[in-house]
Nanobody, 121 residues
């Protein structure tokens, strides 16, 4: 059984910062790519940012220069530092890990439960 548990969401004023964390636990052999997605009310889930096992990152244009993704491989944890937050960043944020549970398993996606981020004055 693999679990992804997120933390760090909340209410913040425009221009403020938040740091999200997502920790994976259970039977894990390796994690290749981590990613953060978000879903705003009435909208489809969208990819925000991702990071590979080698540290290469990719960001949506809407968050470039404001959001930073990082990972701690020893702790099977990913972080999302969000700065200069805007009202349009309001959404439920989900972490995603593409991982192997053993050396003989294929890579499968796992998801966190989601954490609410609200940017409002």
């Amino acid at each position: 059984q693999v679990q992804l548990v997120e933390s760090g969401g909340g209410l913040v004023q425009p221009g403020g910062s938040l740091r999200l964390s997502c920790a994976a636990s259970g039977s894990i052999y390796s994690i290749s790519t981590w990613a953060w997605y978000r879903q705003a009310p009435g909208k489809e889930r969208e990819l925000v940012t991702s990071i590979t096992s080698s540290g290469s990152t990719n960001h949506a244009d809407s968050v470039k220069g404001r959001f930073t993704i990082s990972r701690d491989n020893a702790k099977n944890t990913v972080f999302l530092q969000m700065n200069s937050l805007k009202s349009e960043d309001t959404a439920v944020y989900y972490c995603n890990a593409n991982l192997r549970r053993s050396i003989s398993d294929g890579v499968l996606p796992y998801w966190g439960q989601g954490t609410q981020v609200t940017v409002s004055s």
